[in-house]
């Protein structure tokens, strides 16, 4: 079998599961802090399309989607090193919050776009906490 790569980032965000499950799964909440535009609706085998750019316009289907637990998505149009991928969003609820668990499996290669982009997903991570925690968006143009 063919080694891969996979990306961890764990964190604790002070908001409701709910407000933490809709930020990761809702259209109208990742362009708050990842995309530019998306669409797609949380509903198993549901495509969804990630819009960066004309040259990052992406997409991908939900593998596994439990309201306030789990959001999995498996990248079926995507560069070359995205498109084997899968990423999910895991939560766990606390007395006084979510612990996020997110990871992004299978990448095929520990290259610099690897490396890139689990830099970038720590960054966009801390966004998404800023977003609900304080009501912080930071423009599309502005961030990592």
């Known amino acids: 079998m063919e080694k891969t790569f996979d990306i961890f980032h764990d964190l604790v965000i002070i908001a409701s599961v709910k407000e933490v499950y809709d930020a990761v799964s809702l259209p109208r909440h990742l362009n708050n802090w990842w995309t ?7 509903e198993l085998r549901a495509e969804y399309n990630f819009y960066f750019a004309p040259e990052y316009n992406w997409y991908g289907e939900v593998t ?5 637990r ?4 498996k990248m079926t149009q995507a560069d070359e ?5 899968t990423f999910g969003f895991d939560l766990e609820e606390l007395t006084d919050g979510v612990r996020l668990k ?10 610099e ?6 830099y970038c997903w720590a960054t966009l991570l801390g966004y998404l906490k800023n977003y ?4 912080v968006v930071v423009p599309f143009e502005d961030r990592e």
């Open 113 to 118: 776009h690897f490396r890139h982009s689990s």
């Open 132 to 135: 609900l925690e304080n009501g």
């Open 64 to 68: 596994m989607c439990e309201p306030n």
């Open 81 to 85: 090193d995205w498109s084997p991928t």
């Open 102 to 111: 997110f990871w992004h499996k299978n990448w095929p290669h520990c290259n």
């Open 70 to 73: 789990a959001f999995h998505i």
């Open 36 to 42: 530019l535009t998306s669409t797609g609706t949380p």
